[in-house]
């Protein structure tokens, strides 16, 4: 998933919930600017903060094998 992506998901699930930015910044223990980075696709955040965002958010993080070309 794209950086882009990644904030556009995390905003849209945000805002389903009715959680404003600062709310999720404090509940993910990170500054209110690192959300609006994420977001706005401004950011490569870590995967501790994306883990601790999608466990606040009801998300889950999965990776998966890309197919090969033949």
């Given amino acids: 998933m794209l950086i882009k992506e990644l904030g556009d998901t995390i905003r849209e699930r945000r805002k389903t919930l009715g959680i404003t930015q600062v709310h999720l910044a404090e509940l993910a223990e990170v500054n209110p600017n690192t959300i609006i ?5 401004k ?28």
Avoid: D
């Fill in 43 to 70: 950011i490569n955040p870590t995967i501790q903060v994306i883990n601790r965002i999608a466990e606040i958010l009801g998300m889950e993080l999965s990776l998966s094998v890309k197919k090969q070309a033949k």
């Fill in 37 to 41: 980075r994420i977001e706005n696709g």
